[in-house]
C-alpha cells in the first residue's frame, strides 16, 4: 500500500537551532516528491519538487534532499518566521498524490 | 496567472442544506485534485480529475458528496446533504501533465462549518 509518513509530528526548536525533517514513503513508482509549507489558514505553499535519489534542492535557510526510501528537509539556523507546518506529498505512477500528516515547526527567538 | 481560485472562502450552512465549492484551475493545468483537510485527519485527497475526467474518487467518503469537472476551467465538490462532520477546509489543487519539472498549486481553500 503507498504510504507517506513524518516525522517528528512536531519540532520545537530555538532561533539558530538546525534541525531536519524527514519524509519516509513506499509508493509504486515515484514520479515527484514535493515539499510545502502552509502557514494557518492558508493553502500549502509549494517549496521543493524532487525526481530522483540523490537530488538536492536548497532555497535560503531550506533545503531538501531525496533517497529511494525517504527525504529530508534540513532548516539551518531557522527564524521565527520559519515557524510552519511542513507538508511532503508523492506523486504515484498512477497520477495519484498521497500527503503526510506534517510537521509542525515552532522556531523561537 | 491568477493561481487556483476558489469560493467561496468562507460557508457557514445548517445541517440538511447543499453546499457547492468552486474552483478555477490554472490554465493549462490538466490535473485537478480535490482535498480535504482536518485536525484529526490531515489531507485526505477526496478526488483527482485528468483532462477533466474523474480518475480516482475512492477518496470520498460517501454518496453526499460528489464532483464535477464540466471543462477544463471549472470544478465543483457538492455534498448533499451537509452534516456537522463535513467542517473542514477544502482545497482544490492543480498540476500540469505535460512535461517534466511540474508542481501542484493549491487554492487557498474553502472554509466550510456546518452547524
Known amino acids: 500500500e503507498d504510504q507517506v509518513t513524518q516525522s517528528p509530528e512536531a519540532l520545537r526548536l530555538q532561533e539558530g537551532e538546525s534541525s531536519s525533517l524527514n519524509c519516509s514513503y513506499t509508493?509504486?513508482?515515484?514520479?515527484?516528491l514535493f515539499w510545502y509549507r502552509q502557514d494557518p489558514g492558508k493553502g500549502p505553499e509549494f517549496l521543493f519538487t524532487l525526481y530522483s535519489a540523490g537530488e538536492e534542492k536548497e532555497k535560503e535557510r531550506l533545503k531538501a534532499t531525496l533517497t529511494k526510501k525517504e527525504s529530508f528537509l534540513h532548516i539551518t539556523a531557522p527564524k521565527p518566521e520559519d515557524s510552519a507546518t511542513y507538508l511532503c506529498?508523492?506523486?504515484?505512477?498512477?497520477?495519484?498524490?498521497?500527503f503526510g500528516a506534517g510537521t509542525r515547526l515552532f522556531v523561537k527567538a | 496567472d491568477a493561481g487556483v481560485i476558489q469560493s467561496p472562502r468562507h460557508e457557514v450552512t445548517e445541517m440538511g442544506q447543499e453546499v457547492t465549492l468552486r474552483c478555477k484551475p490554472i490554465s493549462g493545468h490538466n490535473s485537478l485534485f480535490w482535498y480535504r483537510q482536518t485536525m484529526m485527519r490531515g489531507l485526505e485527497l477526496l478526488i483527482y480529475f485528468n483532462n477533466n475526467v474523474p480518475i480516482d474518487d475512492s477518496g470520498m467518503p460517501e454518496d453526499r458528496f460528489s464532483a464535477k469537472m464540466p471543462n477544463a476551467s471549472f470544478s465543483t465538490l457538492k455534498i448533499q446533504p451537509s452534516e456537522p462532520r463535513d467542517s473542514a477546509v477544502y482545497f482544490c489543487?492543480?498540476?500540469?501533465?505535460?512535461?517534466?519539472?511540474?508542481?501542484?498549486?493549491f487554492g487557498e481553500g474553502s472554509w466550510l462549518t456546518v452547524v
Open positions: 489543487a492543480t498540476y500540469s501533465l505535460a512535461g517534466i519539472g511540474n508542481t501542484i498549486y
Open positions: 506529498a508523492v506523486i504515484t505512477g498512477g497520477f495519484k498524490t498521497i
Open positions: 509508493v509504486s513508482g515515484l514520479r515527484g
